[in-house]
């Protein structure tokens, strides 16, 4: 499929969201500067959530934004090694009652097992078009009564 705009990646960002249940991790890669942030607002979004609180966590390495289910945001691009995983908090928080984004998951590809939904983000050209495809299934997160 593809993005041909930033309000198209945050729809998809936002349909991923919805689609999502607590516990879901979805591994996003591709580039700097790709979009993977961009999608992550459009799941706050899409949660009801405030999207202005979205920054990449590349720093802090874990941001958590306060919708329903509360989003989980990690950035892994300055992470040394998969060890450091357990540091930061990531198995803790990953599979609890939210809904996990991983920046750069394809980084430590030992986390593969672990996502629900791989997102690769690719440019397109030089305009705005970003190329994406979707691996996996959301919903097997924790079983969730309604
Ligand atoms: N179709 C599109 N989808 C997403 N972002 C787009 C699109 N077209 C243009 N952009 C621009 O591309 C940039 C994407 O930045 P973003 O921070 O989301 O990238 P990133 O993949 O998170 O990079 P990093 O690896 O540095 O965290 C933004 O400036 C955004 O406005
Ligand atoms: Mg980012």
């Known amino acids: 499929m593809s993005c041909p705009d930033v309000a198209a990646t945050e729809e998809l960002g936002a349909a991923i969201a919805r689609e999502a249940r607590p516990g879901d991790v979805i591994g996003l890669c591709g580039p700097l500067g790709a979009g993977k942030t961009v999608l992550v607002r459009g799941a706050v979004r899409g949660l009801g959530g405030d999207p202005a609180l979205v920054r990449s ?49 394809d980084r430590f590809p030992e986390l593969g097992p672990q996502l629900s939904l791989r997102v690769d983000i690719g440019f397109a050209g030089r305009g705005e078009r970003r190329r994406v495809s979707l691996t996996g299934s959301l919903g097997k997160g924790q079983e969730q009564e309604d």
């Open 57 to 105: 966590p590349t720093f802090t390495l874990m941001n958590v934004y306060p919708c329903v289910p509360p989003i989980h945001h990690f950035d892994l691009y300055r992470l040394a090694s998969a060890d450091d995983l357990e540091g930061i908090g990531f198995h803790e928080f990953a599979h609890a009652d939210g809904v996990s984004f991983v920046e750069w998951a």
